[in-house]
């Protein structure tokens, strides 16, 4: 079992979320990685959404895909996500066992319509006497 942390939606605390990398200065979308010459290492990433400020990390925004609210990674809620690996040879054999099961209440459910059948045996009618008497 691992644990993991997770954001979730400042309003309805949905982990359904889309992450948004943004510019940490005016908050736009659109930014590069530098290249070239002028390029200064120590700050890898270029907003080209107005600003042109220089950043060494992008600023990351949440948009919840439940109710659209968009919030910043300050105002996000985390929750720990706990995650668990299966076993399959105990997932085989437990299907095995429903299987068995199964099967199991199908026959017993076709027995009890055999018994029901069998305890509706013909009882012939006093009508069904006469009719034979009369013609013989």
């Not at 600023?59 to 439940?66: E, S, T, W």
């Not at 985390?78 to 199964?102: C, G, P, S, W």
Request: charged share 25%; glycine share 6%.
């Amino acid at each position: 079992m691992t644990t993991r942390k997770s954001s979730s939606c400042s309003r309805c605390e949905s982990g359904d979320v889309t992450t948004i990398p943004v510019c940490p200065r005016c908050g736009g979308r659109l930014f590069m990685k530098n290249v070239g010459t002028e390029a200064d290492a120590a700050k890898p990433f270029k907003c080209l959404d107005g600003c042109g400020e220089q950043f060494e990390e992008v600023a990351i925004n949440y948009r919840c895909n439940l109710c659209g609210k968009g919030y910043t990674q300050a105002e996000s809620k985390y929750k720990h996500t706990f995650e668990f690996a299966i076993n399959h040879q105990i997932m085989d054999e437990l299907q095995r066992q429903v299987d068995a099961a199964d099967e199991l209440s199908q026959w017993e459910l076709q027995n009890q319509q055999v018994e029901q059948n069998t305890n509706r045996s013909w009882k012939p009618s006093r009508a069904s006497f006469r009719s034979r008497s009369s013609s013989s």
